[in-house]
């Protein structure tokens, strides 16, 4: 299963509110939340778009994510989490280990974060 996941217009203020210096800055819980509601908007958007269905896989996982942006590689934790979250209850029965076990991060030349899901 793969995903697209497109930035915003501003690629800039998507790295300032997502990436992971911005919360070990002390961002406010309310711009946290905002942040997840908006992710999780984003990625049940693109479910819909591409016809996902909600079928949980049955077996753990490992989601692999390509990102192209100007954030660190390891800044990324914060943009994986939410999209992960926003995946339970669709792709994944959980985000335990029993469910989601490997978690891989890449760069890549397309505007776009894409996931993939496969089977571990």
């Known amino acids: 299963m793969e995903l697209r996941i497109p930035y915003p217009r501003n690629k800039s203020q998507f790295c300032k509110a997502y990436g992971l ?3 070990y ?15 999780h908007d984003t990625v049940t958007a693109v479910l819909l778009r591409d016809h996902v269905s909600r079928l949980p896989f049955t077996k753990p996982v490992r989601i692999t994510f390509w990102h192209c942006d100007r954030m660190d590689i390891d ?10 979250d926003a995946l339970k209850g669709w792709l994944l029965e959980n985000d335990d280990r029993r469910f989601y076990v490997e978690r891989v991060s890449k760069f890549h030349a397309d505007e776009c974060i894409r996931v993939r899901i496969e089977v571990a």
């Open 75 to 84: 800044n990324h934790a914060v943009v994986e989490k939410l999209i992960v």
């Open 25 to 39: 800055a002390g961002m406010h819980w309310s711009r946290r939340k905002e942040n997840a509601d908006r992710m």
């Open 21 to 23: 210096n911005a919360y």
